[in-house]
T-cell receptor, first 113, second 116 residues
Framework: GQQLNQSPQSMFIQEGEDVSMNCTSS?????WLWYKQDPGEGPVLLIA?????ELTSNGRLTAQFGITRKDSFLNISASIPSDVGIYFC?????????????FGEGTQLTVNP | GAVVSQHPSRVICKSGTSVKIECRSL??????MFWYRQFPKKSLMLMAT?????????EQGVEKDKFLINHASLTLSTLTVTSAHPEDSSFYIC????????????FGPGTRLTVT
C-alpha cells in the first residue's frame, strides 16, 4: 500500500526561527493535507493542496504540492510558542468524501521561548 | 464552519463492559465519517469508514463485531466498543467529510478510553 515518509521526526527550535518539514510518497496523491495536533486533541486542518505545483499560504504557514505529486512540504515562518505540537501530512488519492487519508508519522515541534 | 464534536471526551470502564462514543458534525452534513485509533506518539490508524445509512467498511485486522459502528444520520455516527478489554484502551478520533461537497476530513477532539 501507499506509504508516507515524513521528516524530520522531531524539531527543537528557538522562537522566531523558521521551520520546514516534508513528506514523500512512493506513489502519487491527488490531494495533500497538513494537520496540527495538540496533546489530547484531534488534528486540525491547516492547509489543503489540490493541484501539483500549488503553493498555498495560511498566515505564517506555507505549503506546496510537489510537481511529481509524490511530495509536499510545510514551512512555518517566525515560529511562536503556540506552534508547539505534532504536524501530520496526509495524502488523499480519491476525490470524493469517502476517500481515505494516508498519514505520515508526524513531526513533533518544540519551540523554546 | 466544519466543526466536529465527540462525546464523551474521556471514559473509564471496567473490563467486559461496552462503551459508546458519539461523533457529530455540528454545522454541516457529513456524507462520510471515519473512525481512527491513535496510540501514544503514533500516527492515526484508520479503523473504519461509514456512510449514512450503509454498513461500515472496516480496515483489515479491525474486528467489526467488537467495534460496532452506526451511522444513522448525516450528522451522527457512533462507535461502540463491545466487551472492552485493557488492550482496547486508546485515543479514538472520528472525522467527517462532505463539507459543501468537498472531501477534506475534519476531525473531532477525540475520546480517551481507559479500560480497567
Amino acid at each position: 500500500g501507499q506509504q508516507l515518509n515524513q521528516s524530520p521526526q522531531s524539531m527543537f527550535i528557538q522562537e522566531g526561527e523558521d521551520v520546514s518539514m516534508n513528506c514523500t510518497s512512493s506513489s502519487i496523491f491527488n490531494t495533500w493535507l497538513w494537520y496540527k495536533q495538540d496533546p489530547g486533541e484531534g488534528p486540525v486542518l491547516l492547509i489543503a493542496l489540490y493541484k501539483a505545483g500549488e503553493l498555498t499560504s495560511n498566515g505564517r504557514l506555507t505549503a506546496q504540492f510537489g510537481i511529481t505529486r509524490k511530495d509536499s512540504f510545510l514551512n512555518i515562518s517566525a515560529s511562536i510558542p503556540s506552534d508547539v505540537g505534532i504536524y501530520f501530512c496526509a495524502g488523499q488519492l480519491g476525490e470524493t468524501s469517502g476517500s481515505r487519508l494516508t498519514f505520515g508519522e508526524g513531526t513533533q515541534l518544540t519551540v523554546n521561548p | 464552519g466544519a466543526v466536529v464534536s465527540q462525546h464523551p471526551s474521556r471514559v473509564i470502564c471496567k473490563s467486559g463492559t461496552s462503551v459508546k462514543i458519539e461523533c457529530r458534525s455540528l454545522d454541516f452534513q457529513a456524507t462520510t465519517m471515519f473512525w481512527y485509533r491513535q496510540f501514544p506518539k503514533k500516527s492515526l490508524m484508520l479503523m473504519a469508514t461509514s456512510n449514512e445509512g450503509s454498513k461500515a467498511t472496516y480496515e483489515q485486522g479491525v474486528e467489526k463485531d467488537k467495534f460496532l459502528i452506526n451511522h444513522a444520520s448525516l450528522t451522527l455516527s457512533t462507535l461502540t466498543v463491545t466487551s472492552a478489554h485493557p488492550e482496547d484502551s486508546s485515543f479514538y478520533i472520528c472525522s467527517a467529510s462532505g463539507v459543501r461537497g468537498a472531501y477534506e476530513q475534519y476531525f473531532g477532539p477525540g475520546t480517551r478510553l481507559t479500560v480497567t
